[in-house]
Each structure stands twice: as C-alpha cells, then as structure tokens.
C-alpha cells in the first residue's frame, strides 16, 4: 500500500499561486498514477489533475487547465501542484490519491474509486 502525505495548503489572494507536495511511500510508484482531487463545502469531490509515474503523461480537468501544472520528482517519490492564477472557485481541500494506472487511462482522468490511496487533505482557501 501506498501512503501519502500533503502538504503545501494555505491563504492566498486571487491571481496568487500555491504549489502543494504529496510525499508517497512504502510501494514503488511504478505502474501507478498520482493526482489530486479537491472538494469544497457542500459539493462532491472533483477530479483536478493526474500523472502516470512511468511516462509522465498528464491530464487536467478543464477548469484548471492553463493555470496549474502537476509533476513529478522519481527520486523523492514525489507529485508537486502548482497552481497558478488562483481563483475564488479553486478553494477547497485538496486530496492526493495514487491508484494502479495502464495504457487505456491515457487520455483520461482518474476515477475516485479506482484510488487505493488518499492523503488527508490540504486546506486551500483564495480570497477575492
């Protein structure tokens, strides 16, 4: 199993950036992808972005697209976020999951409940 530690949350004002780490250990991230989910107060938790450990390929839902960028560190065993031009509706807490990740996800986001892990969260709050 794969644990996952975030960090990296915090205020900022729109048109700020914030870049969020998820730290993973105990497995070998090959064949895994990471990414990261967000959920804000009374809505469902949303897919944001996701990376493949072994090519790098990436996806990004459309509402950050342009904005935030994620990668990797293969040394570190670590997923970065950075978030760029943040806006009000990007406040939520956000979530890095990993979860098993083959050639037909390319081209696809990650599905929640495909995650074997979840880290516990990070508050992100983008005040106007």
């Known amino acids: 199993q794969v644990q996952l530690v975030e960090s990296g949350g915090g205020s900022v004002q729109a048109g700020g950036s914030l870049r969020l780490s998820c730290r993973a250990s105990?497995?070998?991230?090959?064949?895994?992808?990471m990414g990261w989910f967000r959920q804000a107060p009374g809505k469902e938790r949303e897919f944001v972005t996701r990376?493949?450990?072994?090519?790098?390929?990436?996806y990004y839902a459309d509402s950050v697209k342009g904005r935030f960028a994620i990668s990797r560190d293969n040394a570190r065993n670590t997923v970065y976020l950075q978030m760029n031009s943040l806006k009000p509706e990007d406040t939520a807490v956000y979530y890095c999951a990993a979860g098993p990740f083959f050639t037909s996800n390319f081209g696809r986001p990650l599905s929640a409940d495909g995650m074997d892990s979840w880290g516990k969260g990070t508050q992100v709050t983008v005040s106007s």
């Open positions: 990376i493949a450990w072994n090519s790098g390929n990436t």
């Open positions: 105990g497995r070998t991230l090959s064949g895994y992808a």
